[in-house]
Nanobody, 113 residues
Framework: QVQLVESGGGLVQPGGSLRLSCAAS????????MGWYRQTPGKQRELVAH???????RYADSVKGRFTISRDNAKNTMYLQMNSLKPEDTAVYYC???????WGQGTQVTVSS
């Protein structure tokens, strides 16, 4: 079955960096578009970044210029490099097989001094 496992979250100071990973199994990874989402308590889950099977990329306006999404099809893994982190980036981050109900378990990112 499809399995998505995120890693790389943690506590970081404002201005710092983190790199999230999403390891996929049970699918032919290269066939699928993937997305990173985030959610804070009381708010809807929002799309942070999306990468198509062909490598086309789009970002939420709030993270443009600071976050970079990428994928390594040989490793069945998607990444989110997050730089210049702000307290408002604090959330649980999820990876998603795009436009499906397949989600990872989430990884907490906390940006605080």
């Amino acid at each position: 079955q499809v399995q998505l496992v995120e890693s790389g979250g943690g506590l970081v100071q404002p201005g710092g960096s983190l790199r999230l990973s999403c390891a996929a199994s049970g699918i032919i990874f290269s066939y699928y578009a993937m997305g990173w989402y985030r959610q804070t308590p009381g708010k809807q889950r929002e799309l942070v970044a999306h990468i198509s099977s062909g490598g086309s990329i789009r970002y939420a306006d709030s993270v443009k210029g600071r976050f970079t999404i990428s994928r390594d099809n040989a490793k069945n893994t998607m990444y989110l490099q997050m730089n210049s982190l702000k307290p408002e980036d604090t959330a649980v981050y999820y990876c998603n097989l795009y436009n499906t109900d397949h989600w990872g378990q989430g990884t907490q990112v906390t940006v605080s001094s």
